[in-house]
């Protein structure tokens, strides 16, 4: 049906979307925190904003929502999906493997 199109559209867009929300948020709150972050423990990154414990504590929240609403999304995903190969029984999956026909 063309509702289940349109929402496996807007979930793939929330979820891209969600990938780079997720972690610039985190990023700013941390450098409103004033916690240092270093990439695989090599790579400082620098300050996304100044240290300012008020807007740090702003910004929290909206870290951990979008943080949530990634991890639910994933999980609907990963739910869809199985759905598709054991009650469907259409192939998705196997079409979504590499080295697929």
């Known amino acids: 049906p063309s509702w289940q ?3 496996v559209h807007a979930t793939h867009v929330a979820l891209y979307a969600l990938f780079f929300i997720v972690p610039l948020v985190g990023w700013a709150y941390s450098s ?3 916690f240092p972050i270093v990439l695989f423990g090599m790579l400082p990154l620098p300050d ?3 240290a300012n414990k ?10 951990e ?4 609403a ?3 999304l994933v999980v609907m995903h990963v739910g869809a999906a ?4 054991f009650v469907d029984k259409d192939g998705l999956l196997k ?4 080295g697929r026909d």
């Open 5 to 7: 199109l349109k929402a």
């Open 48 to 50: 996304f904003v100044s």
């Open 32 to 34: 409103a925190a004033g």
């Open 82 to 85: 199985l759905k598709h190969h």
């Open 54 to 63: 008020e807007l740090a504590e702003l910004i929290k929240p909206w870290h």
């Open 65 to 68: 929502i979008t943080a949530m």
């Open 95 to 98: 079409r979504m493997m590499p």
């Open 70 to 72: 990634l991890a639910a």
